[in-house]
């Protein structure tokens, strides 16, 4: 799943970049133009961290439902797979237009890229990594699977089982989901002033 990520992200920042004017999507999402953040860092955090959860929902609650596969007909995808690279795809048109809503300079395409990876800073590896792990942990929640038209198999909440590693790792995506809105949130309160 991270290799799809980054050959989604990294191709859509980079012809973004190219092909699309800056700023072109700053202020179009109206929950995000619609969000006032506290200079409060914990406050702050929080709203990041409860916007953030919205995609992080998504994923989880499209995951409930698989599709068979157009590739392999005897498996399913999970429709939460397709969100996620759906988010990702979203993320690389934010950041290769610099359509962030905190307004600053827009840097070069390489710092663009270099930041989307930067743990120590920016808060993008960690929000990606973690609807990348809600994405591969929910799809054992799946309950409905289809064939495209009709569900064809179904299975009850009793049914579904995590492993302890599973569960382990369904935590540690909201642990990096809260990491990362403590990151933008610490980087949005020191740029603002």
């Known amino acids: ?62 995951n409930l439902l698989a599709q068979k596969s157009r590739i392999s007909k005897d498996r399913f995808v999970p429709i939460g797979y397709i969100a996620f690279w759906g988010i990702t795809f979203f993320c690389g ?40 792990l809600t994405a591969v942990t929910s799809f054992k929640l799946t309950l409905w699977y289809s064939d495209g038209k009709n569900i064809v198999a179904s299975r009850k909440w009793r049914d579904i089982k995590l492993s302890k590693s599973e569960k382990i790792i369904f935590v540690l995506a909201f642990i990096l989901l809260f990491i990362g809105a403590f990151i933008e949130s610490y980087g949005i309160i020191q740029s603002t002033g």
């Open 1 to 62: 799943m991270y290799v799809s990520c980054i050959l989604i992200f990294i191709p859509v920042v980079v012809l973004s970049y190219f092909l699309l004017p800056d700023k072109i999507l700053r202020g179009k999402h109206p929950l995000v133009s619609a969000l006032e953040l506290s200079p409060n860092l914990r406050t702050s955090t929080l709203q990041i961290f409860g916007y953030n959860l919205i995609p992080m929902s998504l994923i989880i609650v499209t």
């Open 93 to 132: 048109l934010i950041l290769g237009t610099w359509s962030f809503e905190v307004i600053s300079e827009a840097p070069p395409l390489y710092l663009r890229l270099i930041r989307g990876f930067d743990i120590f800073y920016h808060a993008g590896f960690y929000e990606l990594s973690a609807y990348l």
